[in-house]
C-alpha cells in the first residue's frame, strides 16, 4: 500500500513567492496532519482535519499560511507570501480518524526560502 | 498545561542496550507513542502504549511506562548502527487528535 505521499519533496523558492505544498493521505484515513519541523522549534502541529474538515488551526503562524482539503484524497498547505523564516521541513500524515488513532507520516518536503 | 521532554542526546555502543527517556505533564494522555526519525526521512512509528499498561514489549523494544511519575522510557537491546537516528516521545488525549511531541533524543551508536 502506498504511504503518504507528499509534493514537491524539496522547493527552494524566493522571499515573497507562494508556494503550495501537496499531500494524498492512506486511501481510507479520515484524519489529516500538518507539521513543521525547524531546528529551533522542533515539530509542530499547524493544523488537523478530520473527514475534510479543519478542526484545529491554533497552530497555524500567521495568516500568510492557509490549508484546505478539498475532498479525502488530497490537502494543500499554502503560503503566501513566503519569508525566509518560513523554511522548514512540513509533513504531512494521516491516521484513520482524529483521536487515538496512529499517525502514518508523509517523508516531508523541505522548504528553503531564500 | 502540555509539555513533552526528552534529553537531547545518547551515546551507545553498538550492542549495548539504549535506553531513552520522557517525561510528560499531562495526566489526561491516553496514547504515548515512540516515532523514529532517521536522517533526511518521515517519521515512522515504533511502537506505542496505551495509559493503562506498564510494559509493552516488540521484539527488541521494550516500552516501560509509570503514570504516577508521568514518565514513559523505549529500551533498545541489542543496539546496531542502523538504530542511529532521533527518537520522538508523543502523547495524545481521546479528544482531538493533537499529538503532542517531544524534542527528539538523538541516538548515537558507535562501533
Known amino acids: 500500500d502506498a504511504g503518504v505521499i507528499q509534493s514537491p519533496r524539496h522547493e527552494v523558492t524566493e522571499m515573497g513567492q507562494e508556494v503550495t505544498l501537496r499531500c494524498k493521505p492512506i486511501s481510507g484515513h479520515n484524519s489529516l496532519f500538518w507539521y513543521r519541523q525547524t531546528m529551533m522549534r522542533g515539530l509542530e502541529l499547524l493544523i488537523y482535519f478530520n473527514n475534510n474538515v479543519p478542526i484545529d488551526d491554533s497552530g497555524m503562524p500567521e495568516d500568510r499560511f492557509s490549508a484546505k482539503m478539498p475532498n479525502a484524497s488530497f490537502s494543500t498547505l499554502k503560503i503566501q507570501p513566503s519569508e525566509p523564516r518560513d523554511s522548514a521541513v512540513y509533513f504531512c500524515?494521516?491516521?484513520?480518524?482524529?483521536?487515538?488513532?496512529?499517525?502514518?507520516f508523509g517523508p516531508g518536503t523541505r522548504l528553503l526560502v531564500l | 498545561g502540555e509539555d513533552v521532554e526528552q534529553s537531547l542526546f545518547l551515546s551507545v555502543r553498538e550492542g549495548d542496550s539504549s535506553v531513552i527517556n520522557c517525561t510528560y505533564t499531562d495526566s489526561s494522555s491516553t496514547y504515548l507513542y515512540w516515532y523514529k526519525q532517521e536522517p533526511g526521512a518521515g517519521l515512522q512509528l515504533l511502537t506505542y502504549i496505551f495509559s493503562n499498561m506498564d510494559m509493552k514489549q516488540d521484539q527488541r523494544l521494550t516500552v516501560l511506562l509509570n503514570k504516577k511519575d508521568k514518565h514513559l522510557s523505549l529500551r533498545i537491546a541489542d543496539t546496531q548502527t542502523g538504530d542511529s537516528a532521533i527518537y520522538f516521545c508523543?502523547?495524545?488525549?481521546?479528544?482531538?487528535?493533537?499529538?503532542?511531541f517531544g524534542q527528539g533524543t538523538e541516538l548515537s551508536v558507535k562501533p
Open positions: 500524515a494521516s491516521s484513520l480518524q482524529a483521536g487515538s488513532e496512529t499517525q502514518y
Open positions: 508523543a502523547e495524545t488525549r481521546n479528544q482531538g487528535g493533537k499529538l503532542i
